[in-house]
């Protein structure tokens, strides 16, 4: 049985290598994608609470001005 010649051998472990290689890069996409989306989603949830509380802030001003002003009925429309 003859042997595997040193240039054949050399071509096998560069496919492989290649291979290996994109292999490692699909994975380092995914995980980017997700590290993304993990990101977004965090994002988007800072934002709404960010917002919300904007708006809490703004109702409760209205309200102490409208008691500072004097007036004891005051309700949110």
Same mark, same amino acid.
């Given at each position: 049985? /003859? $042997? /595997? $010649? ?5 071509? #096998? !472990?560069?496919? @492989? %290598?290649? %291979?290996? @290689?994109?292999?490692? %890069?699909?994975?380092?996409?995914? !995980?980017?994608?997700?590290? =993304?989306? /993990? +990101?977004? #989603? ?7 609470? +960010?917002?919300?509380?904007? =708006?809490?802030?703004?109702?409760? *001003?209205?309200? @102490? +001005?409208?008691? /500072?002003?004097?007036? *004891?009925?005051? $309700?949110?429309?």
């Amino acid at each position: 049985m /003859a $042997s /595997a $010649s040193p240039s054949y051998l050399k071509i #096998v !472990h560069v496919r @492989q %290598d290649a %291979d290996l @290689q994109r292999y490692r %890069d699909e994975e380092e996409f995914r !995980h980017r994608m997700k590290v =993304n989306f /993990a +990101g977004a #989603v965090v994002l988007l949830v800072l934002l709404t609470f +960010g917002i919300w509380l904007a =708006n809490e802030m703004v109702e409760a *001003h209205k309200v @102490q +001005g409208c008691y /500072a002003s004097g007036v *004891h009925s005051c $309700s949110l429309i």
